[in-house]
């Protein structure tokens, strides 16, 4: 191809407006005398048209001409020219492109393994210039080179480096499953599932893999190990898998070095990994504190620091301040909807006062412990008991009992819930409370006895304990008792040691250790607990009242923590040990430095490492991993875990590392496994309907190895006792059938049950394994009972928590009850720990719900789900909304408990039947402390309760219309009928009254007519 020269002279109008003349040269477009070089290739030449004129594009440069003049030669001729000027660099960009094609097939069939992102990254980094060329390929064409070798692999690549790897990487591993079905076939006792294979020969820089309860994690992770060295990825030292307890880490260790070839790859716990770094990089033997391997040795050491707090004189202030008034969070009281359940969170954290007593409010804690500190006994709640000894019952209520009664100062003390204006919290009803004050008052007034009053706004402006003091100061005026009689404040050695006494000492101690743990495994100074905002973790309305308490708190308690974690950081450094966090801080510190590998001579250098329950990671133990990977060019990350099952949050775990692992450590390649080997289909139905309620957990569907043509949840609403014995009944009786049948496996819980059948054997009686689990041990103290009574059975009892990583063919999950110690456990967790730990995400029992889902996906056949009648939490309550797939089996006393009736007088609690000494009666089920409610069943129909209005108590029961007139005396009794034993005549009495008790009720009336 040769340059062509033109030339043109146009006409007076294109003159006149554009130009007079142009040609081509050697050197390129003249217009006007003006030249105007080739473009290069990369820059364009054409022709736009328009309406009246055409564009000649020149590079950078623009020419318009009018559509009639004799332009279409100049068009052509100057492409062709600047083709041909350019033909030489074409050429050269040709010649490179075919030695970069050539290069890049030699550089791929060199590679024959997975391509990674990394791969990918440096490939195309390596070989972007000529995605330039290929974008000529049309000139090459022109230009007559040969462009059939443009069809190849790097243009593949290159053009769509993403399609050609996905592309590519299926290929692989069609490969590499074809080439080692025989190992993946004989590992295990199945045949890996096509997912685990999948995992296996998929080497991502980092993979994670997300196994569902019995899906086969540790099978795949010794899989995978097997499959790396066998391909020759890697030899077996260079191969790292980290566990996080030791019991998981001797299994992990078993089933690895089983299979042959691979006794050389290194497991390891996360705290081995660091002791094991540290000792090879200082070149030193390294020694664990005892504190840190024996828990109540370093609970006994906390222990310690806090007596040696309260021994110290200068340290007498902040500890009378902590323990006198900071032992419990505040919560805002707006954030509970009813009285109840204000009450009922009193209930389930034991809000108690120094004097013992279980309180009903926080504002009623201040003035109990004022008073207990300040030396004034005091009872609280007595009954009220004025000179002439009559007992008093207040209005539609039972017994009137003050808040306080102050013996020293014949004083009753009532706390008011009100503000200035007398109005009420929004929950309470502002009328009938105000009613029962002023009927408070005026009884004081007739029966002549002391009352003294404190009111919740004087608590809103901080000032109840100065107004409380006021008054004190006033009452022993009046009586001419000496303050210094009255007020006698005791020491900070005698509030600790009453502390003591009650055992919330313990809950102090388990606090300050939990927060010393989490400080220690953070990567927090002291300065920065300093700049912490603490706010109670209900706190959603921003009371400010409950959040500067809260902070105050906190300040109170860093105080005498900075003490603790002084003493407990020497104790470590006088004996040369170190703790868990400091063999992972320091080791992580150790992989930070340049010399690192050259100090422990390439010990650490490794291919690959593989992380065990990944969901239970914390952000300083991936920081180590990180670190480690990145310090090792070329080395991938292996994780597998199931955030279904995070449970360990309180130990500083974090799931948004599982959650959010792409963001945290760069381009990841999931595999999901999707068949269990553990529980049958019904069960998996139940259980992950139930913990992918949360649309915060990452969705999966398993697949079961087994099935069962019935239920195998059952709901087990009675009793403890009654709920285990029904359930080993049911056990006994369905390993007892015919073992080559289909198992029984809800049988025996009523006559009318029917028979479960199932797909496979039955099991002999003594193989037959069954876990009882329950929220906290403290329920599992009748384990020794069952065993002994079930001896054909292997029966196991561990927590919720415990129970991680175990199975057993039968499971008892207990007290899954609406109670502190129940499931959800209703125990909230302190702002104080809050402050160090992960973030939750919203969804309500967000971790109890993942802790029960672990519980319910122990059992192989059928689990068991025991919780008492009218106290089922909310966990059981969305269990009976799986219907057809859950067995649900009642109490005798079911029938009798109406689901929809609430306490009248709390409006939290529900309203339990009780077959009592005397006959039938109901009570609230938040106990007698929170809520005393007791009501009897109705005579006539025998089977609900009997609620009270203004004028009648009337039967709760829709089918029945019996009602009894209140008695206007005591207003809290019943008019019944009853027969003068004398005359034989019928008259109406108080139910309250009692023979020979002139304390008692004594209305009577003549029946009408």
Known sequence: MELRRHEVTFGFLQGLFFGKTASLCELGLTIDGKLFTYPSIEQPVEVRAGWFTQTLVWGSNKFTFFRLIPSKPLFKFAKHNRLAFCKPSLLAAYDDLLVDIAKFDKEFRLHQRYLRHSDRARLHQGYSGSLASFKQTTHFKTLG??????????????????????????????????????????????????????????????????????????????????????????????????????????????????????????????????????????????????????????????????????????????????????????????????????????????????????????????????????????????????????????PGKSVYQPDFYIPALDAYLEHFGIDKQDNTRPDIDKLAYNLSREWKIDTHKRHNTCLLQTFSWQADLGELEQRLEALLCERCEQIGLAQNQLFKPISPEEVFAQVKALGVYRNVSRLMSSFLSLFKASSLSLADLELIKVTPASDDKGDKKSTLYNQVRWKAFLHLFRWVITQYEAHLSSLKTLDFSDMISQGIKMTQASDFHQQTQGRFRFKYIMVDEFQDISAERAKLVTQLRDSSPGCALFCVGDDWQAIYRFTGSDLRLTTEFKRVFGETRVVTLDKTFRFNDRIEKVASGFIQANPAQLKKTLTTHTVSDNPEVCLLINSKETGVEQAFNSIVEAISSNSDASSKSTAGLDSDSDSSSRKGKGKAAGSTSVMIISRFKSSLKDLSVWQKRYPQLQISGFSAHGSKGKQADFVIVLDVNDDKYGFPSKIASDPILEALLPKLDDYAYTEERRLFYVALSRAKQTVFVQAELGKESVFVKELLKFEADVRCYLSDLAPLYIESLSCPECKEGKLIPIEGRYGLYYTCSLGKHYCDTKLDACTSCKSAPMLRNDTHHICASEKCDHQLPVCPECISGKLIKRTNSKSGKEFLACSLHRMKDANSCQYTSRLAG
Not at 190 to 210: K, Y
Not at 254 to 281: C, D, M, W
Request: glycine content about 6%; aromatic content about 12%.
């Open 145 to 394: 080179f040969d462009v059939t070798k443009l069809n190849c692999r790097l243009a593949k690549f290159i053009k769509q480096p993403q399609q050609f790897t996905a592309k590519y990487n299926q290929w692989w591993q069609g490969q590499q499953l074809e080439s080692y079905q025989t190992l993946f076939d004989s590992l295990e006792n199945h045949p890996l599932t096509p997912l685990q294979r999948q995992a296996c020969v998929i080497d991502e820089n980092n993979t994670l893999v997300i196994a569902g309860a019995g899906t086969g994690k540790t099978s795949t992770m010794a899989a995978k190990a097997a499959y790396l060295v066998k391909q020759g990825l890697a030899k077996p030292n260079e191969i790292l898998m980290l566990a996080y307890g030791k019991d998981a880490m001797v299994e992990l260790k078993e089933r690895v070095y089983a299979i042959p070839g691979l006794n050389s790859v290194k497991v390891s716990t996360f705290h081995g990994l660091g002791k094991e770094i540290i000792q090879s990089y200082l070149d030193e033997s390294t020694q664990v504190s005892v504190l840190a391997s024996d828990t109540k040795k370093f609970t006994q050491f906390v222990d310690q620091q806090i007596d040696a707090i309260v021994a110290d004189s200068k340290m007498a202030d902040p500890v009378a301040d902590y323990f006198g008034r900071y032992l419990y969070p505040q919560v805002n009281e707006l954030d509970f909807q009813t009285q109840g359940q204000y009450r009922s969170y009193l209930k389930n954290n034991e809000i108690r006062a120094l004097s013992g007593d279980l309180v009903k409010s926080f504002q009623e804690l201040t003035i109990c412990n004022y008073l207990f500190t300040h030396g004034i006994q005091f009872q609280y709640e007595p009954k009220y008991q004025p000179v002439n000894g009559v007992s008093v019952s207040e």
